[in-house]
């Protein structure tokens, strides 16, 4: 998933083109998946697929307690969408600006590309984090008095910014932002090393993997130190942005190799499979259901391939043989799959207010499909509400969508004014995050916990109080963060969790 405008891309070739500069390989690069204004239409169907992995991996545990074993392990095959997306944002990138790349690898204007990547960046990130900062102080008016809330705001708000823990979901704007700085310099180091992207690729697979290793088994980094060198810093990602780069700048030879190779990426698939489950299970009985499913272990490196693989190819049969409004649906969706990983936590929490009011949150398969479907069709509304408005730019990174360009499906019903039904839906839903979403402790509950509480809660390297659970490091040490009937925010700070989910 790429941020910020539209990017647009260059073509895919299935011959491969000699030629010496990036702007001739650039225009000789004609393909079938290739639209014609120049977009890598499988990218943005591969932008989708990811967008609603990482929805249903937060919205599925959220009927069940943290420690469910199922939901475990449907997380845990779920975990490769962050993967993908750094991978998608650092293909797009390239494939954008590879054409302006001079002969000695550098942009034209190096400090006006970081000044408009950090704006459509950093402008989401500055907003959502102050908003989800707002809805955590509403869902603990109760607990924290309003004076000590006043007088700790600018010193809290200036930690979520620097940490992105302003909700369990932030730290891939922070990661983002940070490859966006160093972009240039990579442009630079891949000139120098061409024709050896494959030692590049090998050595930052080897930090990737050393650096996972050191997450799983010896320390985690936190605190202010979270946005530098643990999950939320470009140190825990790094080779995704690598290949992706290494991708787009040869993505004649990936599509080809993909398309060549299918047959054995579709037979690796379960093979990898089979080993990821493997490792769950061996880890269970120490580490407990939240810990074997942990994100940050070495073995996601071959599970983020193997998905990755899978999608790209799903992705090119939707985009080369779906329907034409099938193709609009996945072209449009990659417009807003940037305002929806970013608004789906906040629809999340008023799904899954309303869910408990209704007694719906049961810990049933039902309950956990009805919020994931909820959220993501309130999303996907909220964010074509936002992006026929002004304030599209400040909180999707795109700005306002011309009506003359906005996507048309030739369906036949009446057709009511576009902007009416999701500013009336995004009205409804801050009104209910307001009133609603706030009253989420169960009667029995004798508080909510402190902020202080919550982040350290919300450490899933921290080891369990009570060592006779059998949980190990990788394990929240508060299950009630799980409960369905806890409040969602009380869990999502510092975390990559949704409200009111299971910690994962």
Not at 1 to 7: A, D, I, L
Not at 41 to 58: E, G, P, W
Not at 140 to 145: A, Y
Request: charged share 15%; net charge neutral.
């Amino acid at each position: 998933m790429s941020v910020g405008h539209p990017e647009r891309t260059s073509e895919v070739s299935e011959r491969p083109v000699d030629v010496p500069s990036a702007q001739a390989a650039v225009a000789a690069m004609p393909t079938t998946t290739e639209s014609s204004k120049g977009r890598m239409r499988q990218i943005d169907a591969l932008r989708v697929l990811s967008c609603f992995s990482v929805v249903t991996v937060h919205a599925i545990g959220a009927p069940f307690p943290p420690d469910d074993v199922g939901i475990g392990v449907a997380s845990f095959l779920l975990h490769y969408s962050r993967e993908i997306f750094f991978f998608v944002s650092a293909l797009v990138l390239v494939r954008t600006y590879l054409p302006r790349v001079g002969e000695n690898g550098r942009l034209p204007d190096e400090s006006a590309f970081r000044r408009r990547r950090l704006r459509l960046i950093g402008m989401p990130y500055l907003w959502w984090t102050t908003l989800y900062f707002a809805v955590s102080i509403v869902h603990n008016r109760n607990v924290d008095p309003w004076g000590q809330v006043l007088d700790d705001l600018p010193l809290r708000w200036l930690y979520l910014m620097v940490t992105g823990n302003g909700s369990y979901h932030m730290y891939f704007l922070l990661v983002t932002l940070q490859f966006a700085v160093v972009f240039p310099l990579v442009l630079r180091v891949l000139r120098k090393t061409k024709g050896h992207h494959g030692l590049v690729l090998l050595g930052s697979l080897l930090l990737q993997a050393a650096t996972l290793s050191v997450y799983q088994w010896f320390y985690l980094p936190d605190d202010g130190w979270r946005g530098i060198l643990g999950d939320a810093s470009l140190v825990a990602y790094q080779f995704w942005m690598v290949l992706g780069a290494v991708a787009g700048l040869h993505m004649q030879r990936w599509h080809r190799m993909m398309m060549t190779y299918w047959r054995w990426i579709l037979a690796a698939f379960p093979v990898a499979t089979a080993v990821l489950l493997w490792t769950f299970y061996a880890q269970l009985p120490t580490h407990g259901s939240l810990g074997a499913s942990s994100p940050l272990q070495p073995i996601m490196i071959m599970w983020s391939l193997a998905s990755l693989g899978v999608l790209y190819l799903i992705s090119v049969q939707i985009m080369e043989r779906g329907s034409a409004a099938l193709r609009t649906i996945f072209s449009y969706g990659a417009q807003l799959s940037f305002g929806v990983y970013l608004a789906h936590p906040m629809v999340l929490d008023v799904v899954l207010s309303l869910m408990r009011r209704l007694g719906l949150a049961q810990t049933q398969w039902w309950s956990s499909l009805l919020a994931l479907v909820c959220t993501v069709i309130g999303a996907v509304v909220v964010c074509m509400a936002l992006h026929r408005t002004r304030f599209s730019l400040a909180l999707m990174g795109r700005p306002k969508l011309d009506p003359e360009r906005a996507p048309r499906l030739r369906l036949r019903m009446p057709r009511p004014r576009m902007i009416a039904g999701p500013a009336l839906l995004l009205a409804m839903s801050v009104v209910a995050v307001l009133l609603v979403g706030g009253d989420q402790s169960p009667p029995s509950e004798s508080g909510t916990p402190t902020p202080e509480e919550i982040v350290e809660a919300s450490n899933p390297m921290l080891p369990a109080e009570d060592d006779s659970t059998g949980a190990d490091a990788g394990v929240d040490p508060e299950p009630a963060c799980g409960d369905v009937s806890v409040a969602p925010h009380a869990c999502s700070v510092g975390t990559d969790t949704p409200p009111g989910a299971v910690t994962r």
